[in-house]
T-cell receptor, first 113, second 117 residues
Framework: GAGVSQTPSNKVTEKGKYVELRCDPISGHTALYWYRQSLGQGPEFLIYFQGTGAADDSGLPNDRFFAVRPEGSVSTLKIQRTERGDSAVYLC???????????FGDGTRLSIL | AQKVTQAQTEISVVEKEDVTLDCVYETRDTTYYLFWYKQPPSGELVFLIRRNSFDEQNEISGRYSWNFQKSTSSFNFTITASQVVDSAVYFCALSGAPTGANSKLTFGKGITLSVRP
């Protein structure tokens, strides 16, 4: 498809487990962003990639969260030792270099039991 | 630090009414960008508009119009002749740059708009 693709669309797991969330950006978009949206709130920034490198990871809440983008395209957000408070919709966005808005995927709804 | 305030939480109107969604922002950047996104029940955030801090011209796109006023740090969004399909959560957002290290978006809490037939 032409848009940002996120998989899985839903993930339910038990507290303490490890999860990986995948984002496939729009082809040719060099900038990639992860956001987290809790119920009734606006999205909150987690991390920004320009190419393969994490240019800004100031939004990651703690060291249980980590993200990679090894080839400058697909990105994976990894959460270790999940907690119930990690339950949220995780959104990925991408944009083309140079003055273009961010385009969002449908998100992954993560539920920690 | 950047901040976006959407004081209205829920608005309900009858179809064909006009409705204005308010947005107030705070930033210390002299160059910044303002956005509106729509989030329908399906969940995907849909980009509606971006304005930069140097362009205070109002903009109209079909039934949508935006009023940017730097003097009051506001970027309000008006839907004319609302339709049921306009029902969604609307987010105002702010960034310091379109790309690069300052390009992350700071969102408001969103306004839930319900348009009744």
């Amino acid at each position: 498809g032409a848009g940002v693709s996120q998989t899985p669309s839903n993930k339910v797991t038990e507290k303490g487990k490890y999860v990986e969330l995948r984002c496939d950006p729009i082809s040719g978009h060099t900038a990639l962003y992860w956001y987290r949206q809790s119920l009734g709130q606006g999205p909150e920034f987690l991390i920004y990639f320009q190419g393969t490198g994490a240019a800004d990871d100031s939004g990651l809440p703690n060291d249980r969260f980590f993200a990679v983008r090894p080839e400058g395209s697909v990105s994976t957000l990894k959460i270790q030792r999940t907690e119930r408070g990690d339950s949220a919709v995780y959104l990925c966005a991408s944009s083309r270099q140079g003055n273009q808005p961010q385009h969002f995927g449908d998100g992954t709804r993560l539920s920690i039991l | 630090a950047q901040k976006v305030t959407q004081a209205q939480t829920e608005i309900s109107v009858v179809e064909k009414e006009d409705v204005t969604l308010d947005c107030v922002y705070e930033t210390r950047d002299t160059t910044y960008y303002l956005f509106w996104y729509k989030q329908p029940p399906s969940g995907e955030l849909v980009f509606l508009i971006r304005r930069n801090s140097f362009d205070e011209q109002n903009e109209i796109s079909g039934r949508y119009s935006w009023n940017f006023q730097k003097s009051t740090s506001s970027f309000n969004f008006t839907i004319t002749a609302s339709q049921v399909v306009d029902s969604a959560v609307y987010f105002c957002a702010l960034s310091g740059a379109p790309t690069g290290a300052n390009s992350k978006l700071t969102f408001g809490k969103g306004i839930t708009l319900s348009v009744r037939p």
